[in-house]
């Protein structure tokens, strides 16, 4: 069973469209066979997407770092749940149990994660599609800041083009059946403009 990494907000933020579409992301991952690896809170959408999936009686390994597991409050009750030392460590795992990321909205944590996932791609350490669900045009500013550090040379075109901005959760999952792999020998290739 292949795997979505899925990064996500500790908080609920402010429009309920974005526990809408948690509620539905969690759904739709198990509805199309995959299972869900994610930071392992029981807070916010990281909560509510986890609830999903386990509703549908999915498979949810949580990763949380010892320190984050008394703040964001260790989901009880997951299919699997490790606790490491660091953020890095908690990454790093997440990264090696999953074969696609998507991204719900959230704040800082949830950037510098998928961003971290993104410059591994760059890096040839994998290659995986990184997803924004753009859930009430959440990431359109983060998004189009991106595409400026392409315009401005600092980011190669080829990583970009792993990078999606997604309204629609559906299309999220086509994404990743369609999502061809590249080589991570060739990642000084995609270093070129």
Not at 23 to 41: A, Q, W
Not at 76 to 87: D, H, N, Q, R, S
Not at 158 to 169: A, N, S, V
Request: aromatic share 12%; charged share 25%.
């Amino acid at each position: 069973m292949k795997t979505i990494c899925v990064y996500a907000g500790s908080a609920l933020g402010n429009k309920e469209s974005y526990s809408v579409a948690a509620k539905k992301l969690g759904y739709l991952i198990v509805d199309s066979g995959f299972s869900m690896v994610y930071g392992g809170g029981s807070r916010g959408l990281m909560g509510v997407v986890a609830s999903a999936v386990l509703e549908k009686k999915g498979s949810v390994t949580g990763i949380i770092t010892k320190q984050l597991d008394e703040i964001e409050v260790g989901y009880k009750g997951l299919t699997a749940m490790e606790v490491v030392g660091t953020m890095h460590e908690r990454k790093e795992r997440m990264a090696e149990l999953s074969d696609f990321v998507i991204s719900l909205p959230g704040g800082v944590g949830t950037w510098e994660e998928f961003y971290e996932a993104l410059a591994w791609n760059q890096l040839g350490f994998y290659s995986k599609p990184i997803i924004l669900l753009n859930i009430d045009g959440y990431y359109n500013e983060l998004y189009n800041f991106t595409y400026k550090s392409v315009e401005e040379g600092f980011l190669p075109q080829k990583t970009f083009e792993d990078l999606y901005l997604i309204e629609d959760i559906n299309e999220s999952i086509d994404v990743i059946k369609s999502f061809e792999k590249k080589d991570g020998k060739d990642w000084f290739e995609r270093l070129e403009r």
